[in-house]
């Protein structure tokens, strides 16, 4: 059910017929709290419970505060009061009933319709306050039907409270009369006392019938007269202790009739009683009507006159006696006696009265033909909703019970039905039954009620996720399944409605309320074996869910199944409704036949694809469907759409829906070819990419067994019109399909590699499959890409095969810069046609006008005008000239502009926009009444109406991202857009509209909070989001209106951290810093463990800081002027502290808090050195001595007394933040993802250049320590040109400093190096280097990090200047880093244990002593276990392990090959050489071939292995890059790479 009926039917309906939803959506209405509202909805609190509410229940059970009691009560009694005083208008108008009383008769389904208004506002027509509940929902009254008379219905059933017609006379003597007894106090009495009431009113009436020779039926426990709350003709029930109470009457017919033939006569007319249960959900008690049919055949009663004496009890005796015996009739509705004066006339009329029942048994017994109704018709309605034939614009919920075998053969309806879920009650539906026969062609996912609990609360699209629906069938096996080794086995009935009915209630509510749109779908009820109890509850919680019959139809075979499941569905749906909704009695067989012949798909169980040989194979549609990832466009694609049931208007819909700006489908391309409709324009970047496309196909040997085509395009230019066009020309050549969005990378990978291969037996001989994906960012691209490579090493395809082609289709605001870097195989889609291409689009556009107003093709008249500004900025003039801007519709237009506008792929749902106009949509089964006939003529022009692919929710946008831009722009002239943007926040109808509201305010998030990259294709790079960027910059006082646009956007996405977090941002970019403070911390409070929030709180006081430090007036301030300055800048180091101490989450790579405290640490130092204290000659060195020593100047030693501490510790505390920065550079590459870069307060270098900023904060940060604390000002002076100096004057820390300065400090920094574009330079700095260490160095006297850095030095070194004489030799340097600890407590850093792999890795395996292949094994080990932890919480995408060294044929060091060395030999743009990479394609570089060593291995249990020494000993190799390992256990060989995790093994080739 969707949720505008939840949220806007309740005012619609009778409370009486409230769920949950509409209670909740009631009590939100009234101002309840949200916890309160939740609670309720789980106790099932629904319309009639509501009624009964008391205040221990809302306060024990609910938890309720005594206010909110108070408050809902009051509300809870107006609400009683508005529908009385409602009721009582209506029963004005309805006549008087029996007793003079007046009453309402209504039928379920059909209540009255109240106003919102009206309801809410009821108390103002109070009446009396005192009335029950009851007594108002008393006159709703309920009618029902007989039973059929004289037939024995065993599956007949009577619902309480249903109101019987009146109790009649005679008619046409067929027809039978009516009467009706309560025994509502009779039926307590004893046997016997029963026994004669009852044959006192059976005796009476059947000698009225049989004289008046009519049939008659007297019923017991129907209200014969008005009595309280009671109607007449009500259906009561009486408890029946003992049925022979009933059949026992009749045995007074011997002494009460007059004489042995009436006795028979009465015996023959009179039938036995007929139980008939009465249903009650509120109530367990059984209780019956029990019924005398009378039937006074002509043959017997025939010129007779009976008398009858009625039995009597008398008291005082305790005997029963027979009054006189005197003959009755039936005048009217009443059975007097026949007066003795009438008694001739009487008798003298009895010949008539035969010679009528004669005649009338006579044409009774005639049967004439009975055509009945057109069942095709009504089951085309039911299931279509008035549609000609059935497409997939509805999804299909079964609900069923087992079949039979014979049925199994007529489900092909089913298979081709667009179908959600199926209930099924069948245990052995999988084995034998109905789902095993469906699994042979369609892919289900099995599931169980207990699937569907949503305990977790999950929101609507991860529940989707979860259960993968839409993509599968749902089959919900709702009574276990036999074939289940789990808990969940069948069940009888009455432990199913104890177990599993309120899990049924869950199931159908989630799927009604949270996942699938109001009138989206029918549930259809297929009766298929004997009905029971758990189907029919089913029944009633669709009914109630879906607030009716509408979307429900019921197929039975049977008649007799029917007959029971219609007398137990009555109890929420009358019998009338339910008849509106079911076919009866049509055979399976002809159900089939009948909606395959209105289904739009044939019944095509196979496709084809083609073949290498030329030829096609099939893909079975079972196959088909468990590669769900992608969407299989095969040779025969679309041959399975009846094209000859399509009328001309629905082509017409079809070509027009294209050329209004939506997404092109298969079926287009099939009327162009079919000559249905016109052809299909091909752009000339259409025929670009067939060229590349032809060059990579028919190549003798493939370059690389992945290739790729970019099809980059400005947004509604027709890209994926382009991309779509290629697949669908292409798919007789090669295997095509599309990736759906949203699918695992695994995933995509396993189908699209199953699709390669299907029906093929030579993996090496295959079709490569075209892969088209659009709108994937480039991570997912690149993963998929490695993925696809790991598999074409694992299954051993010779590389020069081609595989796999990927068409990659995204948009851009600038494709033509994107196609100039990789032109090769790039191509752009504009929106400026080619001279080449104007005429074709001119032709195009005259054919179209002949077929559609222009109007109504208008995005192809934008782009036959090249998009042009000026006939833009015409067309939505001329539009926004003739609107009414004060219409709701007009404000629409506006949310919906400014979302697309500003929100790539945002659209709003059609349920969203009903709700904020107002629009109590509907839809009955012959027309859909949309919200789009309230639209003015200017919104239906320029809105487009799309169904979700992703989300299966009707939706709408502007027909282009242009137009929406154009009208948002001359619409903000009389609004501004910061007043748009807050009207729509502010809709609170809007935001709080329950269906798909995840995914709406999901597009609200991003239009505060996501800002513009041009890496993804935006125009420009933004600070903060552009509407945001838009209002501060265009509008007066635009900041403020920014800020205050963000405060409302927090109230209204639910008080959203990452909304505080970019308000404090801001903030302090706009020098508010107090502000920003509060905000920061709000941010903090609502998510204390995210690092990107609490370095937003550093960021504020760094800023703050900068901006003290850059206003300061006085160039050498005093120490007490400038507490406030160092205050805030410790305050910023402790919070950036504190953010790093917080425990890493995936969401990043390194806490990015490392970079601010460098920040402000490094500005700090430079603002401490300009106090007038230190300024002055002498100066620096003393603040070295603060700094470093326990020394305290006189001059700051009060002023910075609470400053003392972190001040000291600021050296340290530096080391270490730059010491985690390089480590963590040393680790991973540093790419960030798109949506971390969205909450990165960070600068831009040090997002994207983070290595080239360490170098640069090094070295600020050495500059400063540079200085010895005892040195004399002239060598402070002679240091600052001579970063060398006397080296034997150095002290260790000041060597450290030193080697720093010149980029020796950390690993990156060194390795930073290798990439100087002046390899002089770089090797210059690295002598520089050694010469600040002494001839007589003691080399123990290094710490561990100083010597990790020289030997990293000394390779860099050699890398750059292989001869230098700074170098030492291997085996020195294996000799000093002995020192390293491999194991223990006490283990070496990372750095250390990574050079012990790169110098003790042998030459060949047995160059290698034994404590050397200790030393290396055990250094590895340890590396990979440090790097398990470092990457055990982040994406695969964030733990890309950086190789920094490959092994080379050379001796010695040189043996060691820096990453750079390769990639000098790359040639070709940035994104052709990364191609290079991911594809595998460098280590066939004839360049690389020679310059690496291949190093033999062997595979085991799926790992890779090398031989280590001679003792045996083995050590794990991990794969990287396109390698992966083989299956089974082969002997390999690879290039060997070193990186931090590790030795891995690069370009693995199985050897023979």
């Not at 009146?166 to 046409?172: A, L, Q, R, S, V």
């Not at 008046?212 to 209200?223: E, L, P």
């Not at 050699?1358 to 020195?1372: D, E, V």
Request: contains cysteine.
């Amino acid at each position: 059910m969707d949720s505008s009926s939840s949220e806007m039917d309740w005012c619609e309906l009778s409370y009486g017929s409230w769920a949950e939803s509409h209670v909740s959506s009631w009590l939100r209405s009234i101002g309840i709290k949200e916890m309160y509202i939740i609670k309720m909805m789980e106790e099932e609190v629904t319309g009639p419970v509501l009624t009964t509410l008391h205040r221990d229940f809302l306060s024990n059970t609910i938890g309720m505060k005594s206010g909110q009691i108070e408050h809902l009560l009051k509300k809870r009694d107006e609400l009683l009061i508005a529908e009385q005083q409602k009721l009582k208008k209506k029963s004005d108008l309805s006549g008087k009933s029996r007793d003079g009383k007046k009453e309402t008769a209504t039928i379920v389904g059909q209540e009255p319709k109240r106003s919102t208004q009206e309801l809410c506002d009821g108390a103002k027509h109070e009446t009396n306050p005192t009335e029950s509940s009851d007594n108002i929902s008393s006159t709703e009254v309920v009618f029902c039907d007989y039973r059929k008379f004289a037939q024995d219905e065993k599956n007949f059933r009577y619902v309480k409270h249903n109101v019987l017609p009146p109790e009649t006379g005679t008619g046409n003597m067929i027809v039978p009369c009516h009467e009706y007894k309560s025994l509502e106090i009779a039926h307590k009495l004893d046997s016997k006392r029963l026994q004669v009431k009852v044959a006192s009113e059976v005796l009476r009436f059947a000698c009225a019938c049989m004289n008046m020779r009519a049939n008659g039926t007297i019923h017991f426990g129907v209200m014969d007269k008005v009595k309280g709350n009671h109607k007449h003709g009500e259906i009561i029930g009486i408890p029946v202790n003992n049925q022979e109470d009933f059949v026992d009457a009749l045995d007074y017919i011997e002494r009460c009739f007059k004489g042995s033939t009436q006795q028979s006569d009465a015996r023959s007319c009179i039938r036995n009683p007929r139980f008939i249960e009465v249903l009650d959900r509120e109530s367990t008690e059984k209780t019956w009507v029990i019924e005398y049919d009378v039937v006074p055949k002509a043959s017997i009663v025939k010129d007779k006159l009976y008398y009858v004496g009625v039995p009597k009890f008398f008291e005082k005796d305790n005997k029963v006696k027979c009054e006189e015996k005197i003959p009755y009739s039936r005048v009217g509705a009443n059975t007097p006696r026949i007066p003795e004066d009438d008694l001739v006339p009487f008798i003298q009329g009895l010949r008539e009265k035969d010679q009528q029942r004669e005649e009338a048994e006579s044409s009774s017994n005639e049967t004439g033909v009975d055509f009945g109704e057109d069942q095709k018709r009504k089951l085309t309605i039911l299931l279509t909703c008035g549609k000609k034939h059935m497409d997939n614009s509805l999804f299909y919920i079964v609900v069923t019970n087992k079949f039979q075998p014979a049925h199994l053969d007529s489900i092909c309806f089913l298979v081709h039905m667009n179908l959600f879920c199926v209930f099924d009650f069948d245990p052995d539906s999988k084995t034998s039954g109905l789902c095993g026969r469906y699994k042979e062609q369609k892919a289900v996912n099995l599931h169980f009620l207990d699937d569907y609990a949503n305990d977790n609360r999950l929101e609507r699209a991860d529940i989707k996720k979860s259960l993968d629906l839409c993509e599968r069938t749902s089959w919900i096996f709702c009574n276990g399944r036999h074939d289940f080794p789990g808990g969940a086995q069948p069940c009888d009935e009455k432990t199913w409605i104890k177990t599993q009915k309120r899990k049924l209630k869950k199931a159908v509510s989630l799927i009604c309320n949270d996942i699938l749109p109001g009138r989206s779908f029918v549930v259809l009820f297929l009766l298929m074996s004997d009905v029971e109890n758990p189907l029919v509850e089913t029944f009633h919680e669709f009914y109630a869910e879906m607030s009716g019959h509408e979307f429900l139809a019921v197929v039975s075979e049977s008649k007799e199944n029917y007959k029971k499941w219609s007398s137990l569905a009555q109890v929420s749906c009358p019998i009338p409704d339910l008849k509106e909704i079911s076919i009866v009695e049509m055979p399976l067989s002809h159900v089939d036949a009948t909606v395959q012949s209105i289904q739009l798909l044939k019944n095509q169980s196979t496709r084809t694809l083609p073949v290498l040989n030329g030829g096609l194979c099939f893909i079975k549609s079972v196959e088909e469907a468990m590669l769900d990832s992608l969407e299989i466009v095969s040779v025969d694609q679309c041959d399975d759409t009846k094209l000859d049931i399509m009328s001309e208007e629905e082509i017409q819909q079809t070509e027009s829906y294209f050329y209004r700006g939506g997404k092109i489908n298969w079926i287009n391309f099939c009327l162009a070819d079919k000559h249905k409709c016109g052809v299909i324009i091909e752009r000339d970047a259409y025929k670009e990419a067939n060229t590349i496309l032809d060059n990579i196909v028919h190549r003798t040997k493939a370059i690389r067994p992945i290739e790729s085509v970019n099809i980059y395009h400005h947004p509604g230019s027709g890209g994926s019109t382009v991309a779509r066009q290629i697949l669908w020309r292409w798919r007789n050549k090669v295997r095509c399909a599309v990736v759906k969005q949203g699918k695992e990378i695994t995933t995509v990978c396993e189908h699209a590699v199953k699709l390669r291969e299907h029906d093929e037996n030579n993996k090496n001989s295959c079709l490569p499959v075209l892969l088209l994906l659009e709108d994937h960012n480039p991570d997912y691209i690149n993963d998929l890409r490695g993925h696809l490579g790991n598999v074409i090493a694992t299954k051993k395809i010779i590389p020069s095969v081609l595989c796999f082609i990927l068409i990659i289709c995204n948009r851009s605001n600038d494709p033509e810069s994107m196609c100039r870097a990789s032109i090769s195989q790039t191509v752009a889609v504009t929106h400026k046609l080619s001279n080449e291409e104007k005429p074709l689009f001119s032709k195009k556009l005259e054919q179209l006008k002949l077929k559609f107003e222009p109007d109504f093709i208008l995005t192809f008249v934008l782009m036959t005008e090249g998009y042009e500004r000026s006939y833009i900025k015409d067309f939505v003039k001329n539009l926004i000239d003739k609107i009414d801007h004060s219409s709701s519709i007009t404000r629409l237009i506006r949310f919906v502009a400014l979302l697309n506008c500003y929100v790539k792929e945002s659209y709003i749902s059609v349920s969203h926009c009903e709700a904020s106009l107002g629009i109590a949509t509907y839809m009955d089964r012959t027309r859909y009444h949309a919200f789009v006939d309230h639209l003015s003529e200017e919104a239906r022009l320029i809105f487009i109406h799309l169904n979700q692919s992703s989300t299966h929710i009707p939706s709408i946008r502007i027909i282009h991202s242009l137009v929406a831009e154009e009208i948002l722009s001359q619409l903000s002239a009389n609004l501004p857009q910061s007043d748009i943007a807050m009207n729509l926040i502010d809709d609170t109808v809007l935001i709080n509209h329950r269906f798909d509201r995840d995914e709406f305010l999901k597009f609200i998030r991003a239009l505060f909070i996501r800002r513009n990259k041009k890496s993804r294709g935006d125009p420009k790079d933004t600070t903060f989001s552009p509407l945001i960027e838009h209002v501060c910059t265009a509008e007066k006082v635009g900041v403020q209106k920014a800020v205050d646009l963000m405060k409302a956007a927090y109230i209204a996405l639910g008080k959203d951290a990452y909304v505080a977090q970019q308000l404090a941002r801001l903030l302090y970019t706009n020098l508010r810093f107090e502000e920003a403070l509060k905000w920061a911390e709000e941010a903090k409070y609502l998510a204390p463990q995210d690092t990107f929030i609490l370095d937003t709180l550093g960021q504020v006081y760094k800023w703050w800081f900068y901006h003290l430090y850059d206003t300061l007036e006085e160039k050498e301030p005093s120490p007490e002027s400038c507490t406030e300055i160092i205050s805030t800048a410790l305050k910023g180091i402790s919070a950036f502290r504190a953010s790093e101490k917080t425990p890493k989450k995936e969401a990043v790579n390194l806490n990015n808090s490392y970079y601010g405290e460098v920040d402000v640490g490094c500005r700090l130092l430079k603002f401490l050195s300009g106090v007038n204290v230190f300024s002055n000659t002498t100066g620096k060195s003393e603040l070295m001595q603060y700094l470093l020593r326990d020394y305290i100047p006189a001059e700051v030693k009060t002023p910075w007394q609470r400053f003392h501490q972190q001040l000291k510790g600021l050296q340290k505390s530096l080391s270490q933040a730059l010491e985690c920065i390089s480590e963590e550079l040393s680790y991973f590459q540093t790419d960030i993802s798109e949506e971390d870069e969205e909450l990165d307060a960070r600068d831009r270098e040090q997002v994207h250049n983070p290595r080239e900023w360490l170098t640069r904060k090094s070295a600020v940060y050495a500059e400063f320590f540079c200085v010895t604390l005892d040195e004399s000002d002239q060598t402070a002076e002679s240091s600052s040109t001579d970063v060398a100096g006397p080296v034997e004057k150095l002290s260790p820390f000041q060597r450290q400093m030193r080697t720093y300065k010149l980029g020796g400090g950390n690993v990156t920094s060194i390795l930073s190096l290798l990439y100087d574009k002046k390899p002089e330079r770089a090797g210059k700095k690295l002598e520089t280097i050694f010469s600040l260490y002494p001839d007589n160095l003691m080399w123990n006297d290094l710490d561990p990090t100083e010597l990790t850095n020289f030997i990293f030095c000394q390779i860099a070194l050699n890398c750059i200047r292989p001869g230098s004489s700074k170098l030492l030799s291997l085996q020195k340097l294996q000799e000093l880093s002995k020192r390293f600890i491999t194991k223990g407590k006490h283990m070496s850093s990372a750095s250390a244990l990574f050079l012990l792999s790169l110098l003790f890795w042998p030459e060949t395996s047995e160059d290698i002593s034994s404590d050397g292949a200790q030393i290396l094994s055990s250094a590895i080990d340890a590396l990979q276990k440090l790097c398990e932890q470092k990457t055990q919480h982040r994406s695969q995408r964030k733990s890309r392990i950086v190789t920094h060294f490959f092994l080379a044929k050379a001796k010695g060091l040189n043996k060691i090959v820096h990453r750079s060395a390769i990639e000098k030999e790359i040639k070709g743009t940035l994104s052709e050489r990364k191609l290079k990479w991911l594809g595998g394609e460098v280590w066939k570089t004839k360049q690389v071939v020679q310059l690496l060593k291949r190093v033999e291995g062997w595979t085991e249990n799926e790992k890779l292995f090398v031989k280590c020494g001679s003792r045996g000993s083995k050590i794990k190799v991990v794969p990287r890059y396109s390698a992966s390992l083989p299956h089974g256990n082969e002997k390999v060989n690879f290039y060997l790479g070193f990186s931090f995790d590790g030795v891995v093994a690069c370009d693995i080739q199985v050897m023979d």
